[in-house]
């Protein structure tokens, strides 16, 4: 089975530009999630959805963080103008509905904002 | 104050001791406790993860929680040199969100 799909890997941009990460979930995961890893910070929540509707954004740290899921195998991540405060690495995971069900993530998109 | 706390190492051990990972937590209403493991570059993915208080083993790996005192920990028995990551402890909260510690980074040298 294919895990979850990030693009790009990695992304180096200067700073002001706009930048977009991709993410494609398991087949038949109805949740979706965007994290942030960062040395200071860990592992934080931005935002997930259930059914593509976003449910909890309030992890998103500014209005130039914004999220989308038009369908059921594909969402993005966009951060318009982008900051060197952005440098992180972000995650994209998935799981299935229903009880405990545990979230599998991607490889992740290393982004460096000079 | 965190809703959970742990410590980043790094923890270097020799191949074949037995480790010790820890977290503590100060909410009392998170539900499920998890531990992931994370290798260089990869993201992380479940190991184990359990519900209630007590013990919960599978193969080397040993997972406790003691709601009570709130603290999780994670034993890994004959740690192997590719045991090598860092390890995550992770818990739920009632809105389904998960609340993830600092992760301890793990060396096991052979």
């Not at chain 1, 954004?57 to 969402?75: H, L, T, W």
């Amino acid at each position: 089975d294919a895990g979850v799909i990030q693009s790009p890997r990695h992304e180096v941009t200067e700073m002001g530009q706009e930048v977009t990460l991709r993410c494609k979930p398991i087949s038949g995961h109805d949740y979706l999630f965007w994290y942030r890893q960062t040395m200071m910070r860990g592992l934080e929540l931005l935002i997930y959805f259930n059914n593509n509707v976003p449910i909890d954004d309030s992890g998103m740290p500014e209005d130039r963080f914004s999220a989308k899921m038009p369908n059921a195998s594909f969402s993005t991540l966009k951060i318009q103008p982008s900051e060197p405060r952005d440098s992180a690495v972000y995650f994209c995971a998935s799981s299935r509905p229903g009880g405990y069900q545990p979230q599998h993530f991607g490889d992740g998109t290393r982004l460096s904002i000079l | 104050q965190k809703e959970v706390e742990q410590d980043p190492g790094p923890l270097s051990v020799p191949e074949g001791a037995i480790v010790s990972l820890n977290c503590t937590y100060s909410n009392s209403a998170f539900q499920y406790f998890m531990w992931y493991r994370q290798y260089s570059r990869k993201g992380p993915e479940l190991l184990m993860y359990t519900y209630s208080s007590g013990n919960k083993e599978d193969g080397r790996f040993t997972a406790q929680v003691d709601k009570s005192s709130k603290y999780i920990s994670l034993f890994i028995r004959d740690s192997q040199p590719s045991d090598s990551a860092t390890y995550l402890c992770a818990l739920e909260n009632q809105g389904g969100k998960l609340i993830f510690g600092q992760g301890t980074e793990l060396s096991v040298k052979p």
